[in-house]
């Protein structure tokens, strides 16, 4: 059975579960109080549920973030003048509508703006290595319609940010979201992916979920889908998915949730049919290819712990999380130490005679080619969190976090202030290190340390 039929086959199963739920459900079952805490989507930065079930109205908010980076690179060690620092400024603006109809029926949009107003002077190339062309730059991060049928299926229908997987860092389930979370706190929105979702709940035990997700798609048969049904088992939930696209290998994911001995347990995989969906860089010789990875069944699992207790009198605020990481289709080794210069015979270059073909090294290949991954990079990882929201006082919050790549033996680790004041202000500020040898994971910008310093308001 191929790619193709395997997930028609899927869709109707859950279009029968679909027409099955509208006569079998009761029209009084709430979703977001049943499960609020679940894989469901979720927008950004959500917004208190209405007390009143049927409360219509129409609020328009958001917030504007002023950020400032100072970086010192790696030679400022052994020569501290000013010419081995580096500086970023960032403003950012969002627009948020949010608009309650009856019959829990919603419309929500979140519009950013982000002026870069250092973009023109010599340090242009560490914005253009953000992806920006310009000092200015406007997106449309999302923009969903919520509609029900009976209160038994839920649909959105739009751009819109999911939470799908369990684990606080990595989700190797997650085969929908274009943009992966950061390590270091985004200033701004994740980017949204266009498509439709279907939620169809099964009493307290059982949720099936569907996406159908059409984001940069020009023709039918570059639609990919992906399905799940989660399941309540005593205090521990399940869930099984599946993600399919015409001429692509099959990924199965399986993710579970759960508390022992005191701590919350968490852990997701995910495994091919064989081969990736992402091509991967390959050397043969003195060329360089880009392909996919081979045949052979590729897996990813992470398994994460955490635990919530009481900090000076102030219940819950203190958490950690501890996650390690398996990816399956990673690289070995470092292959960002490698300076050597190949012939490129990938994309554009592979039909040009060999005098003609580029010479690159292997970063340069995938920073150009945007196959670079960061935290997805390499095959081991492990990461930790830790924060207390109420450090001595209620409206201070401290964050110590580090992620690894145990492969190439090198690490960023943060800590981080954030104040909130009474008249919709916050204040931040957040030391970012940078360890490892040269041309690793972690280090590969040259940088040693960062200061980010930020102020934003909401409105």
């Not at 627009?95 to 250092?118: A, C, H, I, W």
């Not at 979201?177 to 266009?194: A, D, L, M, W």
């Not at 390959?282 to 992470?302: G, I, M």
Request: glycine share 8%; hydrophobic share 40%.
């Amino acid at each position: 059975m191929n790619t193709v039929e395997l997930f028609t086959n899927v869709s109707v199963f859950f279009m029968a579960c679909c027409a099955g739920s509208l006569v079998a459900q009761s029209s009084d079952i709430d979703e977001k109080a049943l499960f609020s805490d679940t894989v469901s989507v979720v927008a950004n930065k959500p917004i208190e549920e209405s007390k009143t079930k049927d409360k219509t109205g129409t609020a328009i908010g958001g917030t504007l973030n002023a950020a400032e980076l100072v970086g010192a690179n790696r030679d400022y060690l052994d020569n501290r003048t000013l010419a081995n620092t580096s500086m970023l400024s960032m403003l950012v603006g969002s627009v948020t509508l949010d608009s309650r109809l009856q019959n829990d029926t919603k419309v929500f949009g979140n519009l950013e703006t982000d002026y870069m107003p250092g973009f023109d002077t010599l340090s242009t190339s560490m914005y253009k290595s953000l992806g920006l062309t310009g000092p200015y730059a406007i997106y449309l991060r999302e923009l969903f319609m919520d509609f029900n049928v009976n209160r038994s299926a839920y649909f959105r229908v739009g751009k819109q940010v999911l939470q799908w997987g369990r684990c606080f860092f990595w989700n190797p389930t997650d085969f929908i979201n274009v943009e992966k979370k950061s390590f270091v706190e985004k200033i701004g929105s994740r980017e949204g992916t266009y498509g439709a979702k279907l939620h169809i709940p099964f009493g307290t035990t059982a949720n099936v979920y569907s996406f159908v997700n059409m984001n940069s798609v020009n023709r039918i048969d570059s639609i990919s889908g992906c399905a799940k049904f989660e399941y309540l088992f005593g205090g521990t939930e399940m869930a099984l998915s599946i993600w399919g696209k015409r001429n692509r290998p099959v990924i199965f994911g399986y993710d579970v949730s759960s508390r022992v001995a005191g701590l919350d347990v968490s852990g997701e995989l995910s495994v091919t049919s064989g081969g990736d969906v992402v091509p991967h860089l390959k050397q043969r010789d003195a060329s360089l290819y880009v392909e996919a990875a081979d045949n052979t069944p590729l897996p990813r699992l992470c398994v994460g712990i955490g635990k919530s207790f009481g900090f000076l009198g102030f219940p819950d605020a203190c958490s950690f999380t501890l996650e390690a990481f398996y990816n399956g289709a990673g690289y070995e080794g470092n292959i960002f130490s490698d300076t050597t210069h190949y012939i490129v015979r990938a994309g554009k270059y592979a039909d040009m005679p060999d005098e003609l073909k580029p010479r690159a090294t292997k970063t340069e290949v995938l920073v150009a080619g945007n196959m670079y991954d960061q935290n997805y990079h390499s095959r081991y990882y492990a990461a930790f969190f830790f924060g207390i929201s109420r450090f001595f006082v209620s409206d201070l919050g401290c964050n110590v976090n580090a992620i690894m790549n145990i492969e190439q033996k090198c690490a960023t680790a943060t800590f981080s202030l954030s104040y909130a004041m009474l008249n919709n202000v916050s204040l931040g500020a957040t030391l970012i290190g940078y360890f490892g040898d040269k041309n690793t994971e972690y280090t590969l910008s040259g940088q040693s340390a960062a200061l980010r310093i930020n102020v934003d308001v909401g409105f």
